[in-house]
């Protein structure tokens, strides 16, 4: 498993790629909030650190680049899980 140093620095060379390629960089996270919100509501799993520091560092709703998968936020995994629940999908 990465330490948060190697997160943090894996964050800030995609933020400089993006802006070496002429695209924005990323946006600091504006929802922390969701985060421990998201990590409530899997309980007992564990997010996985990186993951919760890549959440807790930028806005990933607003990565100016398109994955597939998306590159989604805390807030919308917590929206996801909230859907699927109602479907009877996950405990």
């Known amino acids: 498993m990465a330490s948060s140093l190697d997160i943090d620095s894996a964050i800030d060379r995609l933020d400089e790629a993006l802006r070496t390629a002429g695209l924005a960089g990323v946006d600091p996270a504006n929802d922390v909030a969701a985060v421990a ?3 409530d509501a899997v309980a007992p799993y564990v997010l996985p650190a990186e993951l919760r520091r890549f959440w807790e560092r930028i806005d990933a709703e607003r990565v100016p680049v398109y994955t597939f998968p ?6 919308t995994a917590l929206d996801l899980l909230s859907g699927l629940r109602e479907l ?4």
């Open 37 to 39: 919100e998201l990590a």
């Open 70 to 75: 998306m590159v989604r936020g805390p807030a």
């Open 88 to 91: 009877g999908a996950v405990p």
